[in-house]
């Protein structure tokens, strides 16, 4: 292709690249795949010491996907989709981190990707339209174009107690945990967070600790996986459907097959229908399908306290302690408005001598101590903490990486009052970058595999009719970015889901500002709106040719 800038990356250490990828997880890889398919060359940097991004990081106990396997799972090769076996309904971390390694090593992958190196900057020069990132490990590197496959929730963050430093034990973050694994026998240990990560590794941790607390601010709304192997005819029907299966699956709000639009309301069924309902979905597992029971779940909060407070009486059901119960009720915000916890055990895990469950809410911790932590009530003593605290979620990774457009602004002046994107697929001002996944995109709203994989195939199409067309630089108009962020918001605040305080809102981090990030309008109508802007040749990105002046917006 003519944007062809250096030999391939195998030969010598290039620092020239038609494109560059930042990550290595699910949406790098084949990112760096359907690249390469283009003839282009492709250099990746990726901070982790191997592929697999999230899948890479999260090693702690119980580590597991609330997305069932064979739908999360690439779908741009039938011969890999047929090959694969998952062995349970819900993959296990090492299960999809052995799946995303095969990925890598089956369509040779890893000779473009250079390891354990953290891009910490980058300037696009509007003269030559071409990005330079600087690089801790291999120095500056540059291409025409950027793509940040940088993750939604890649930024552990360990909340700014005092006192950490001074902690005598060892501490760990669920999302930053050992290689090695860790082994609680006999330790006193202490799991600060009750979120998906905390719900998932308490039981497990409980096991072997000689007394766990966990420290609890928000009760969440947890049900049940049901996880189980996956036997052999579900599988063997699954794959022979996998073609029609995947087709349904972009065709559907959260981007997965199997789970038939509702078309009743909760108002309209009767208090015996519902919890018939309710009762079936609680019995089958699963989030989507939990919140599929009825069509207006997420969008009236009369119909959402139905199903409310249908969880709540279960959860009195599971826990003995009745007290111990009253605090595990989630009560300040709608069901669903919030991430879904799948659990396995976890509030059975309350009925143990050997866990106690500590209101983080009315008495918050104040310092980390030598010995353990103390709270505004009392003190306690851990060999070790477990930060289960959650990410910079969307824009964290992003933000970590001092990034200067066009007219050399940079992306943390510009995100101040939180982020703005055309379709999370470009930003104003920062032409020749796209994102994977970016925020108001459907991202992690969606089977995030799949949404990598449409963001990619957007991008790759775009580069081809670039080459076609003979362009060279591409950006997103003001006015577009305005209207698309503007229909976000709109979108967003016709649900419930503004009046939950959650990581969707940016709401986890002290400061950061309060906007809902993912698109929530559904994963079929954006990728809808995402085809028909490419069919009107790019309608709301300038386009630029070689030495020539811009094209008008189209
Ligand atoms: P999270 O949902 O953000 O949960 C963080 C937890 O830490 C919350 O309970 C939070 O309480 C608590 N916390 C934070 N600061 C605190 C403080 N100063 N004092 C006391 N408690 C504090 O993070 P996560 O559990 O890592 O999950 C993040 C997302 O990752 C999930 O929503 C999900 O999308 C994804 N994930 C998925 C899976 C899966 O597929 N099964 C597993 C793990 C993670 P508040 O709620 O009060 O802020």
Redesign the pocket.
């Known amino acids: 292709m003519s944007w062809q800038a250096s030999a391939s990356v195998s030969e010598k250490p290039a620092t020239e690249f038609d494109a560059i990828v930042v990550g290595a997880g699910v949406g790098g890889l084949y990112a760096l795949h359907r690249l390469r398919g283009l003839g282009l060359n492709v250099g990746v940097f990726e901070a982790g010491g191997d592929v697999g991004g999230?899948w890479y990081w999260?090693r702690?106990p119980g580590?597991?996907?609330?997305?069932e396997s064979m739908e999360y799972s690439y779908s741009f090769s039938d011969d890999l989709q047929q090959e694969w076996h998952w062995p349970e309904r819900?993959g296990t971390q090492p299960e999809i981190l052995r799946y995303v390694n095969h990925v890598a090593d089956r369509f040779d992958l890893r000779r473009d990707i250079r390891f354990d190196t953290r891009v910490i900057s980058g300037h696009f020069d509007a003269a030559s339209n071409h990005w330079t990132l600087q690089t801790d490990r291999h120095g500056a590197v540059s291409a025409r174009f950027c793509i940040m496959a940088t993750g939604?929730?890649s930024t552990?963050?360990v909340?700014?107690?005092p006192g950490l430093q001074s902690f005598a034990g060892k501490w760990y973050h669920?999302?930053l945990w050992p290689h090695e694994g860790v082994d609680f026998t006999g330790l006193r240990v202490g799991v600060?967070?009750?979120?998906?990560?905390?719900?998932?590794s308490i039981p497990l941790i409980a096991k072997q600790a000689k007394h766990l607390h966990v420290?609890?601010?928000?009760a969440?709304f947890i049900l049940p996986?049901r996880n189980a192997a996956l036997d052999a005819g579900t599988e063997q029907r699954q794959k022979a459907e996998y073609a029609e299966r995947r087709r349904a699956a972009l065709a559907t709000p959260f981007g997965i097959a199997g789970h038939p639009p509702p078309v009743k309301s909760a108002l309209e069924a009767t208090q015996e229908e519902r919890d018939a309902a309710y009762e079936a979905k609680w019995a089958e597992g699963g989030s989507i399908s939990f919140l599929y029971a009825y069509n207006d779940l997420l969008l009236n909060k009369a119909a959402n306290d139905t199903a409310a407070e249908f969880v709540r009486r279960k959860i009195r059901g599971l826990v003995n302690d009745p007290a111990v119960a009253e605090l595990l009720l989630p009560r300040d915000h709608p069901i669903g408005t919030?991430?879904l916890?799948?659990d396995t055990g976890y509030y059975e895990t309350y009925n143990r001598d050997n866990v106690t469950l500590v209101d983080?809410?009315s008495a918050?911790?104040e310092e980390i101590t030598p010995a353990g932590l103390r709270t505004t009530e009392a003190e306690y003593d851990f060999d070790a903490i477990v930060?289960?605290?959650?990410?910079d979620?969307m824009t964290g990774a992003l933000l970590d990486i001092d990034l200067h457009g066009a007219a050399g602004a940079s992306l943390k002046d510009k995100w101040a009052d939180g982020p703005r994107s055309n379709l999370g697929l470009m930003i104003a001002g920062f032409p020749n970058m796209f994102l994977i996944t970016g925020p108001q995109s459907p991202s992690?709203k969606a089977q995030m595999i799949l949404a990598c994989e449409q963001h990619t195939d957007w991008i790759v199409d775009c580069l081809g009719y670039m080459e076609s067309h003979r362009l060279v630089r591409i950006e997103t108009t003001q006015a577009a970015e305005d209207s698309w962020v503007a229909h976000n918001n709109e979108v967003a605040n016709s649900t419930l889901y503004p009046l939950a305080?959650?990581?969707y809102m940016g709401?986890?981090i002290p400061g950061k500002p309060r906007i809902f990030m993912p698109y929530v309008g559904g994963f079929d109508r954006y990728k809808q709106v995402c085809d028909e802007i490419a069919a009107k040749g790019y309608e709301g990105f300038t386009l630029t040719a070689a030495k020539t002046l811009a094209l008008e917006p189209i």
């Open positions: 999230t999260n702690y580590c597991r996907c609330d997305v819900y939604n929730l552990p963050r909340p700014d107690f669920t999302g600060i967070g009750t979120g998906s990560s905390g719900v998932q420290f609890q601010r928000t969440n996986a919030k991430r916890i799948l983080a809410r918050p911790i930060f289960a605290t959650g990410f979620a992690v305080n959650s990581w709401a986890n």
